[in-house]
Nanobody, 113 residues
């Protein structure tokens, strides 16, 4: 299983970014997929998940600003991030959950004030 996350970068507060997580070795439509983030000196924080049936869930700090989605044909999960705040700055990691959890390499998001 490989999860390749990309799309991070530097953005001003109030701006938007879309992260992508391209999966191989796992069919995203059949499993739970999601995103965590980790900022320096802080614990890893769960951000969002999408279940096999398409139900989405969000952490309290991002609800209403972030949207998780997937393209089953491309086997790719997305995280649309709007109204970004400096406190959203972190390394974002995608994961897939089958009988175990698989992690991708992170992509860095930096939000300047």
């Amino acid at each position: 299983v490989q999860l390749q996350a990309y799309g991070g970068g530097l953005v001003q507060a109030g701006g938007s970014l879309r992260l992508s997580c391209a999966a191989s070795g796992i069919r995203i439509s059949n499993n739970v997929m999601g995103w965590y983030r980790q900022a320096p000196g802080k614990q890893r924080e769960w951000v969002a998940s999408i279940l096999s049936g398409g139900i989405t869930n969000y952490g309290a700090s991002v609800k209403g600003r972030f949207t998780i989605s997937r393209d089953d044909a491309k086997n790719t999960v997305y995280l649309q991030m709007n109204s970004l705040k400096p406190e959203d700055s972190a390394v974002y990691l995608c994961y897939g959950s089958t009988t175990q959890i698989y992690w991708g390499h992170g992509t860095l998001v930096t939000v300047s004030s």
